[in-house]
Structure formats: structure tokens, C-alpha cells
């Protein structure tokens, strides 16, 4: 079928859903300029975009069928498969940032800063923080980080430039050091190890300055589980007792059940067992507990699953691969995928490590595949390193057919191909 066929097409099933070209280019993640063009013949349609469009307009794979089969799977022709590959991936990931921009812009409290800032101002910007959050569950670190350093920038701008009362700055400050922590956390997630140390720095100077104990505890939480992550386990657990004993008068169970899952963490690091789930057992009893409005905004996600996916990972550490397995189906069975697709995502690829470890390679082809197939939504250097080592695990079995199948078509997926096991 010709590029104007495909594009006739495309409007006729668009207009026969009831939906605008803005509309359909938000839903499928491409600049609707880019879609335009599909749809006017100016441009090819590539595997990767038809199969998009046939997810949101329930079509049965017809647009992706209308596509040449050497446009899907990019074999006669590869350095124009990968140019193309790139530009969808190049619009996709320019979609994500003006949506994430604009979200976020949105929230904020106009430029430049007001000469006098108010209640209404602060709850301006306690939204555009809730919204970072939001973003960096759905899209990952790398897609969120750089717009996050803008908003702290801002608000270092509107303290500075800007009058107001005490209480007013005291809970703009504390706005800043927890803008600057979610930065280090970002920055973390994306791999920028030095970058997200720098800015949790600045953020223990800050929430100090508002008196921000809370915004303290949850950076030394979150410095410890970095340690844990980098082969520093005696740091991670010194952090982690350094945070409980500050911790202790002004606190929540949740915010204590988070830094003992840190100190376990460390302690497994270390080999020591006996101390590992003796702090898991007190973290259960914390969560038991139950939740708090005093709980830090930041961790108010953390419950029952992120403690199971906690305990899986301190497990394989101690290499009780038995127990690391049982806890990662306790958590893979009950976390919230759409709240949290980014975790889910990571945790899937983790669990199929994991499987692969036990020897249990079926299933985790199926789970890996899982895991693969949502690597473009996200820009997580957690997520692509635990996707890669799961590839690297599989390489060493490639002469099996089933893994060479997946193999190649994980390959396909994570360039910007649209091939399909």
C-alpha cells in the first residue's frame, strides 16, 4: 500500500473513533506534526508507530498489516530502519518532554517570580512537585530529571527575589529541599550517581534551613539505599542507623519501616543474615502499624509490596534464592502496575534474573518479555542495566531456539524495531 493509502486510512479509522489529530498524537506518544504528516502521505509510517495507532484504535493489527514487511522489520534495508528507528524514538521522547513541561509549567506560579509570594503561591508549587512525582512513576528518571532541576532553580529564584512572611518562606524553603532531594532521586534512577550525591547534599543544607526534619530523614534514606545499590553495604547500613537515631521523637512507623528496609538492605550486603531479617521483622511490625498523614509526601508510596520487593533483593544478595523468589511473587502479585509502571517494569526484569538464577527458564523468557516489551516507555538506566544483564544471563544459552528467538527480538524492541517473537 502506498504512503497516501495508509495515511487515507489512518484519518478515515482517526475521524471513524471521534478523535482530533491532537488527540490521537497525545495517546500514541508521537508530535502530532509528525502524525500529520503520516496521515497527508508526506512521511512513511514505520512498524512501531502503525502498531501504536492500532493499540489506541482497536483495529486489529489493520494499520500495522497495511505497513511493507521490510518497514516493520527493517531487514533489506538496516541503516534506514535504524535512521528511521531513531527519528521515531527522537519524537517520541520530544513528545514526553513538551507533555511533561507543560504539566508540570502548568502547576507553576507565573514568570517571573511575584514580588510577594503567598499561600496560594505555595500550593502552586507543592502541585508542580506532586505532578514531578507523578511523571518520574510513569516515565522514569531521565525522562523528568532535567525539568526537576528547572523547578528547583525557579523556586531558588523566587526565594531570593521574592517577599514574604516568615511562615510563608520557612514552607517555601522545605518546598526547595524536597524538590532538590526528588532531583537526587532522579538523577539516580537515570544512573547519575555524583549528580544525585551533589544535589542531596544541597538538600540536607535546605531542609535544615526550614527545619525540615522529615525532608532530612528521607535524604539519608535515600543516600543509604544508594550505598546499598554500589557496593558500599557498611555505609548503607551506617546511614541507616544514623537516620533512625536522628529519626527517633519525630517520626512516622512508615518513615521508620523505610529506613530499617535501608539498614536490611546493608546488612545482606554484608553476608549478615541474622541482622538482615531481624530489621525486615521490624519493619513488618512498623507497617503493621499502620499509615499516618504525618507520613513525608515522598515516601507515601512505600507499603507491603516495596518491602517484599525489598526483602527479594536482600535475599539474592544472601543467595537464598528460595526465599528471594517467594517474595517476588508476593510483590509482582499485588503491586499497582498502573500507578507504578516504572517499578513494575524494573521489578519484572529483576524477577526474571531471578528465574533465571533458580533455572526456571521458561518462565522467565515469558517475564522477561514483559519487562522488554515496556523498555521504550521508560528513560530508567536502572531498568535498561537490569535489562541488560537479563540478556547477558540468556547469551550464554542462545543455541537453544527459544532464546535465540528472544534474543533477537529483544534486540529489535530495544533499537526501535517492530518485530514480534
Request: hydrophobic share 40%; with cysteine; proline share 4%.
Amino acid at each position: 500500500m502506498t504512503q497516501p493509502a495508509f495515511g487515507e486510512e489512518l484519518r478515515r479509522l482517526r475521524v471513524q473513533r471521534g478523535l482530533s489529530l491532537r488527540r490521537l498524537a497525545r495517546q500514541v506518544h508521537y508530535d502530532q506534526g509528525y502524525v500529520s504528516k503520516i496521515e497527508n502521505g508526506l512521511k512513511p509510517p514505520t512498524g512501531a508507530f502503525a502498531t501504536a495507532c492500532d493499540t489506541v484504535l482497536d483495529t486489529g493489527n489493520m494499520l500495522t498489516a497495511l505497513v511493507p514487511e521490510t518497514s516493520r522489520r527493517g531487514r533489506t534495508d538496516p541503516e534506514r530502519t535504524a535512521a528511521a528507528a531513531k527519528e521515531d524514538e527522537v519524537k517520541r521522547l520530544e513528545f514526553i518532554a513538551a507533555v511533561v513541561a507543560a504539566g508540570v509549567g502548568a502547576a507553576l506560579p507565573g514568570s517571573p517570580p511575584p514580588r510577594r509570594i503567598g499561600a496560594n503561591d505555595v500550593a502552586s508549587y507543592r502541585d508542580a512537585l506532586t505532578r514531578l512525582y507523578q511523571l518520574d512513576d510513569q516515565h522514569g528518571g531521565g525522562a523528568v530529571y532535567e525539568l526537576t532541576l528547572r523547578t528547583v532553580r525557579r523556586l531558588r529564584d523566587t526565594l531570593a527575589r521574592s517577599s514574604y512572611d516568615a511562615e510563608t518562606g520557612r514552607q517555601l524553603q522545605s518546598i526547595t529541599g524536597q524538590a532538590t532531594e526528588h532531583a537526587g532521586w532522579l538523577a539516580y534512577d537515570a544512573g547519575r550517581h555524583a549528580e544525585a550525591r551533589y544535589c542531596w547534599l544541597e538538600a540536607m543544607h535546605t531542609a535544615r534551613m526550614a527545619d525540615d526534619a522529615q525532608t532530612e530523614m528521607v535524604v539519608l534514606s535515600s543516600m543509604s539505599l544508594q550505598a546499598a545499590t554500589s557496593g558500599r553495604p557498611g555505609e548503607a547500613v551506617d546511614l541507616a542507623a544514623a537516620d533512625q537515631r536522628a529519626a527517633r521523637a519525630r517520626t512516622t512507623p512508615r518513615m521508620r519501616a523505610v529506613l530499617l528496609a535501608r539498614e536490611a538492605r546493608g546488612h545482606a550486603g554484608q553476608g549478615d543474615a541474622g541482622h538482615t531479617w531481624r530489621a525486615f521483622n521490624q519493619a513488618d511490625r512498623e507497617l503493621e502499624s499502620g499509615f499516618s498523614e504525618a507520613d513525608p509526601s515522598l515516601l507515601q508510596f512505600f507499603g507491603h509490596v516495596d518491602l517484599a520487593l525489598e526483602r527479594m533483593r536482600a535475599a539474592a544478595d544472601l543467595t537464598d534464592l528460595v526465599t528471594a523468589e517467594q517474595a517476588g511473587r508476593e510483590a509482582l502479585a499485588t503491586i499497582d502496575q498502573a500507578a507504578y509502571p516504572r517499578n513494575y517494569t524494573w521489578c519484572l526484569a529483576e524477577f526474571a534474573s531471578l528465574l533465571l538464577a533458580r533455572g526456571e527458564r521458561e518462565e522467565a523468557l515469558m517475564v522477561a518479555a514483559q519487562a522488554v516489551a515496556r523498555m521504550p516507555e521508560f528513560g530508567s538506566k536502572r531498568i535498561t542495566d537490569q535489562v541488560g544483564f537479563v540478556l547477558r544471563q540468556l547469551a550464554a544459552q542462545r543455541n537453544d531456539p527459544r532464546v535465540g528467538d528472544f534474543l533477537d527480538w529483544s534486540t529489535g524492541i530495544l533499537s526501535g524495531a517492530d518485530a514480534r517473537p
